[in-house]
């Protein structure tokens, strides 16, 4: 089976102001693939494009060269993109309830309005929301706001769901279960994720595969494997859940391989580090 994701050897450059017009490299020949289901961390120091490549892949910004293909189709603009983003600051039309919000992307593609109220109804529902359709965006708390932006996301079923440092704007406590309640969900419906994120630990939970940038200019410096339990899409809650209490509690406890990862992504973070071409995969489970 093809990828559902293609980057091939994006390249894009920026008008710097303090140049006099001339162009900063902000991503140089960045290639990689991912597959159907399967979820993605993109980490790197601040500034290294992550969040200009993730708008590149939803067609939101032209790539000076190269392409990516989504399902063996060239987004050349937002149009051509089968892809949602979920972002960093919720974005939620605040004049919407949590139920118009779901519905804006299903309007957008022209559903009709008896079958959108449907469908609205039954993402809230999966991400943990029902009995709220009808507050607004200052009556929800910041974690149940990403939930409606995560629903409205899923709700055009789209072939790739982008997550812009989806979790950066809540407490620690709530982002650990945003991760785990966002995580499920991915799993449950099936899609392909891509994550942003600087949290070397969030990107290991989260992900069956890690890109490490390097600095400006973004390159991939190594992609990492992560080998950690997955819950199938088929199990229960219960065993969702178990699995992924399971795949936390190997973090947390730095398993011998799992601490040789997350010292890997660490380092990779560190300024300065020269590129490497290999893949490397860590065994974090006997």
């Known amino acids: 089976m093809p990828p559902r994701l293609v980057v091939d050897r994006v390249s894009k450059t920026f008008v710097a102001p303090e140049k006099n017009g001339g162009r900063i490299d902000i991503l140089r020949d960045v290639s990689f693939s991912v597959n159907a289901g399967q979820i993605v961390s993109l980490i790197g120091p601040t500034g290294c494009g992550k969040t200009t490549l993730l708008r590149i892949i939803d067609g939101l910004i032209r790539p000076d060269s190269g392409q990516v293909m989504v399902n063996g189709k060239e987004v050349k603009g937002p149009k051509d993109s089968s892809c949602a983003m979920v972002f960093q600051r919720f974005n939620l039309l605040p004049w919407r309830n949590a139920l118009k919000n779901v519905e804006f992307g299903l309007e957008a593609k022209g559903v ?72 499920k969900i991915l799993i449950k ?60 509690n190997l973090i947390d406890s730095r398993s011998e391989d799992t601490y040789k990862l997350i010292l890997a992504l660490k380092g990779d973070l560190t300024e300065g580090t020269a590129p490497r071409e290999e893949q490397v995969g860590f065994r974090a489970f006997a």
């Open 112 to 183: 009709e309005p008896k079958e959108r109220e449907k469908l609205a109804k039954e993402y809230l529902s999966l991400v943990g929301l029902a009995g709220y359709e009808k507050y607004h965006p200052h009556h929800l708390s910041g974690g149940m706001q990403q939930r409606v932006g995560l629903a409205r996301a899923i709700a055009i079923k789209p072939d790739v769901v982008l997550l812009d440092e989806p979790f950066s704007s809540v407490d620690l406590l709530r982002r650990e279960s945003l991760q785990n309640e966002v995580l």
């Open 189 to 248: 419906t099936r899609e392909t994720g891509i994550f942003v994120t600087h949290n070397v630990e969030e990107a290991v939970f989260l992900s069956d595969m890690i890109i490490s940038l390097g600095t400006r200019p973004g390159r991939v410096k190594t992609v990492y494997q992560v080998n950690l339990p997955r819950p199938n899409e088929n199990d229960s809650d219960t065993g969702i859940v178990k699995t992924l209490e399971e795949r936390k």
